[in-house]
């Protein structure tokens, strides 16, 4: 009885763009805040380590590295410039987002997380999802005013939709511009 639907969404699923991958060579380019930074790789280290320079990412790494030890390796460093960056960027936001609605944030913690943007705990806690970083900025707003909104509503129904309106006029648009396009922000 349900055929015709499972097939549109079928067929809607493959339409969809291929997610990313990620090309550890030098040159390669990454999403970042919406937009794109490319990776330069410097095989002059003994410790693997991310930095920022006026021309994107500088991958310093081990020379010797090969195989499926060094793309889990860079790919480990790439994950953790990506964390790293988010908490300083996303804390903040939510934190304000909190603060505008008068409850507290316990943490913000930016980690991995597989099929997640955000969660919001009954603690207080607020995980986000690495890969965020990759999203425009106006997305990100989003993320963190959902998920703040949380510490008032702990689900998703109408009192808790206009607690993130009072905060966001435009989620509609945003949460909609997620859902369209999030595959080609998604880093790895």
């Not at 970083?133 to 129904?157: R, T």
Request: hydrophobic residues 45%; aromatic residues 8%.
């Amino acid at each position: 009885s349900k055929s015709g639907w499972i097939l549109a969404k079928l067929d809607a699923w493959s339409a969809r763009p291929a997610p990313r991958t990620l090309d550890l060579v030098d040159g390669a380019v990454l999403p970042w805040l919406g937009g794109e930074i490319s990776l330069r790789l410097d095989p002059t280290g003994v410790r693997t380590s991310v930095r920022r320079d006026d021309d994107g990412l500088v991958l310093r790494h081990d020379p010797d590295l090969s195989g499926e030890l060094r793309v889990r390796t860079l790919t480990a460093a790439l994950q953790r410039f990506y964390t790293r960056q988010g908490q300083a960027l996303m804390a903040p936001r939510v934190e304000a987002y909190a603060a505008q609605l008068g409850r507290p944030v316990r943490k913000v913690i930016v980690r991995d997380q597989k099929r997640r943007w955000g969660s919001c705990a009954a603690d207080g806690t607020i995980r986000l999802n690495w890969r965020l970083m990759g999203f425009p900025e106006a997305l990100i707003d989003y993320v963190c005013a959902h998920e703040a909104a949380h510490l008032v509503e702990h689900n998703h129904s109408p009192a808790y939709w206009r607690v993130v309106a009072g905060l966001m006029p435009d989620w509609r648009a945003r949460r909609d511009r997620m859902r369209a396009d999030a595959d080609r922000w998604v880093a790895f």
